[in-house]
């Protein structure tokens, strides 16, 4: 066989060899990068929320507007009726804000913050409620406001201070309703409260040995465009 024909095929061969490996490597590295990017995405919807709560609690301390700006990658934000937390003759509704993408999903409701990946959920933060010198203090977040945003870009949400009311009262018992309820439950009992949960109308019910105070914060919430 002619030399430079042999060396020719000897380094097609090499070049084959070479190829094939880098495909191995690729192959290995490639969902490596596919989950890194992903639990990226996923701490930065996390940290939109946190942004959230904390323009929340800024408002509370007197601040008359907030306004968060964050990338979007994909999925879709929206305001949801999502219950009411009742206590003696109070009831307030429950608006949440939320991001929904595939399997997953997180919840900004009256301070707390919920993931729920498939059928589980996690409690990321807790919500607004205080005990101390035989008080409960409550603050509840009465969000205002429809819309949705989806896609990729930028998410803008500005939060208006409406006011707030206060309404102190002796009775011990506080009733969520919520899909969450089983987390409300669990927080609840942690923090001291007497807890019976209802499956069938996602309600818990909790009582406390202390006075309850309640302050109701109004919040406008508005998905701003441009």
Do not use: H
């Not at 999903?105 to 919500?127: H, L, Q, S």
């Not at 945003?149 to 949400?157: C, F, T």
């Amino acid at each position: 066989m002619n030399r430079g024909v042999t060396v020719q095929i000897g380094m097609i061969l090499i070049l084959s060899v070479c190829l094939t490996a880098i495909s191995l490597v690729y192959m290995g590295v490639k969902p490596v990068i596919d989950s890194y990017v992903e639990l990226n995405y996923q701490r930065e919807v996390i940290n939109v929320f946190e942004l959230m709560r904390e323009s929340i609690i800024k408002i509370d301390r007197g601040v008359p507007s907030r306004m968060i700006e964050a990338r979007m990658f994909g999925g879709n934000y929206f305001i949801n009726q999502a219950g009411f937390i009742s206590v003696n003759n109070t009831t307030i509704y429950l608006y949440s804000l939320v991001y929904k993408n595939n399997n997953e999903e997180i919840t900004f409701e009256n301070g707390a913050i919920f993931r729920k990946i498939d059928k589980k959920i996690f409690m990321v933060d807790e919500p607004f409620i205080i005990s101390d010198n035989n008080t409960t203090r409550i603050l509840i977040v009465s969000l205002y406001g429809e819309g949705s945003v989806a896609g990729k870009g930028i998410l803008r949400l500005l939060f208006t201070n409406l006011g707030f009311d206060y309404n102190y009262t002796t009775n011990r018992t506080i009733i969520i309703k919520s899909d969450y309820y089983q987390k409300w439950a669990e927080y609840l009992q942690k923090e001291g409260f007497t807890v019976i949960t209802d499956l069938s109308n996602k309600t818990v019910k909790a009582v406390t040995s202390s006075k309850v105070l309640l302050k109701i914060l109004n919040v406008k919430v508005e998905f701003i465009e441009g």
